[in-house]
């Protein structure tokens, strides 16, 4: 492994960029395992869990490449600046570095000096640094920014590479104007609303973006009620890239402040969309003519549908309008959860859209009623769908006696152990779908044996109890059981938490 190819090792190390432990480790490797290592650790050294107002490491790198005269005027309005004289550095670490996190960068400068001002003049020098010294800039993380680094003289030639940007709608409108100017080619958006004002400036650098591929928005406000639209201006400038956007991940509070004819307008027109999250959706309860607009969503590369309360037969509508690519349906479906008007007729169809639509589904939210002919459609869907992974079942036990919800969860478990793909390593059990101890053990866990160790996530409390603690600490020494946790039902539902 020592001895492998500098290109291999890089190839390797790559994989393992968010593995700071891993890298770190790697670094004392020998000398081509640290040259190797460095420039990926470098490119964006923001992002480790590192607490960095104890690690000085990084300021004292950073602090190390400031000029005499600037070290001196620091020094001079009692900035701490590091008293290790460098013979020189073993490598040029900042030109390596393509990203900028401030409120990372904000706590280094702490260090410095714990007061406010010695703080701006020391982050206002590093910036300085970093436009010189960068060659190009292509992630910049800037809540909690103070400063206008647009106006540094070299700012201009290290900006026009920005491809992510990260804000929030507190910052000034101008300072957005001012990006606006150079960084018209960002193709990552995301944005935390942490104010209900309209901000004009995110509306204008929206505006003029030329390859927006990924858009994010993000409420996050205490306020409850708002009379100022701090959607519109934004989401109209939005509409227009619509075209281009593959990514789409929309989070709102307050929803009932929010001009959904906006969205309405917007969807039909995401042509090129490859990932559609949103925790609302504006076609509940849809009449005849919404119905009609909900055919226009045509979404031929979709691969990612993740829409909190919306109904089985809008799902099933978007389903049959895209294109085959689909790895993942994960929903909160809202007739499930507040009412029952339609849901068998519904769901029923919704899983044969699952298996005539998405051969490649990897991740599914599946809701069913467990009779007769959903289970026999459910076993077909795990029959045709081979590359299922994970899989959350979400089943109703309304007008049903006990005797009859234990054997239809029985039945089940059969179709489960008879027909679940090879590559199923997750299963997750909605609220409360609850096993007797010898049914959990004699129809489904002594019968997975032959099958690659599973993980199990449910909701249901009964699970903690000590003799199913015990039962499957018995089933995970054996290699049949993987991971067996129970969450809020919250963790359960979202496909994207880690057992």
């Known amino acids: 492994m020592a001895k492998l190819n500098k290109d291999i090792l890089f190839l390797i190390f790559e994989e393992l960029q968010v593995d700071s432990k ?21 490119r964006n050294p923001w992002r480790y869990e590192i607490n960095y107002s104890n690690k000085n490491y990084l300021f004292m790198i950073i602090a190390s490449y400031l000029s005499d005269d600037i070290k001196e005027f620091l020094t001079r309005q009692g900035i701490q600046l590091p008293s290790v004289s460098f013979q020189s550095l073993l490598f040029d670490y900042l030109s390596f570095c393509r990203s900028i996190n401030v409120n990372t960068l904000n706590t280094i400068t702490s260090i410095g000096s714990s007061l406010a001002y010695n703080q701006f003049l020391l982050q206002q020098e590093f910036y300085c640094l970093f436009m010189k ?33 990260k804000c929030d709608t507190s910052i000034d409108p101008s300072y957005f104007y001012g990006l606006a100017r150079i960084c018209q080619y960002i193709q990552r958006l ?87 999250k949103t925790n609302e959706f504006y076609f ?38 895209s294109g085959g690519h689909l790895k993942e349906v994960s929903l909160k479906p809202y007739d499930f959860i507040y009412s029952q008007d339609n849901f068998s007729d519904e769901s029923l169809i919704f899983i044969r859209k699952i298996y005539e639509n998405c051969p490649l589904i990897e991740y599914l ?19 045709v769908c081979q590359n299922l992974k994970l899989l959350l079942l979400i089943t109703s036990n309304y007008y049903e006696t006990k005797e009859e919800i234990l054997e239809n969860r029985k039945e089940i478990l059969k179709i489960l152990i008879r027909s679940a793909p090879t590559n199923l390593r997750e ?73």
Request: contains cysteine.
């Open 22 to 42: 891993t890298l770190f480790s790697c670094l004392m490797v020998n000398k081509i395992w640290c040259e190797t290592v460095i420039p990926i650790l470098w």
């Open 133 to 165: 010294k960068f060659p190009e800039l292509n992630c910049l993380d800037m809540n909690l920014i103070k400063h206008q680094i647009f106006y540094i003289p070299e700012a201009k030639n290290c900006l026009e590479s920005l491809c992510e940007l």
């Open 190 to 276: 995301i944005i935390v609303n942490v104010v209900t004002k309209p901000n004009s400036g995110i509306a204008k650098l929206i505006e003029v973006q030329k390859n927006l591929k990924y858009f994010e928005w993000t409420d996050d406000f205490d306020v409850d009620y708002f009379t100022d639209d701090p959607y519109k201006e934004s989401f109209l400038e939005l509409e227009k890239k619509a075209g281009f956007l593959n990514h789409l991940i929309l989070f709102f509070l307050h929803i009932d402040s929010f001009d959904y004819t906006i969205l309405q307008s917007l969807l039909p027109k995401l042509h090129n969309i490859k990932t559609l």
């Open 284 to 321: 509940i309860g849809f009449t005849a003519d919404e119905r009609i607009m909900l055919n226009t969503l045509v979404y031929n590369d979709l691969e990612i549908l993740n829409i909190d309360y919306i109904t089985i037969g809008e799902t099933s509508i978007i389903i049959e309008n």
């Open 365 to 383: 939210s599946l809701a069913f009623l467990p009779c007769k002919n959903h289970l026999i459609e459910f076993e077909k869907l795990l029959q």
């Open 427 to 499: 299963i997750r059990f909605f609220n409360d779908f609850n096993l007797p101890l010898e049914v959990l053990e004699e129809e489904f866990l002594e019968k997975w044996r032959d099958r690659p160790a599973l993980s199990i996530l449910t909701s249901n409390s009964i699970y903690e109890g000590k003799d199913y603690k015990n039962l499957i600490n018995k089933y995970k020494n054996n290699g049949v059981i993987k991971n067996f946790k129970c969450e809020s039902y919250l963790y359960v539902e979202d496909l994207s938490f880690k057992i």
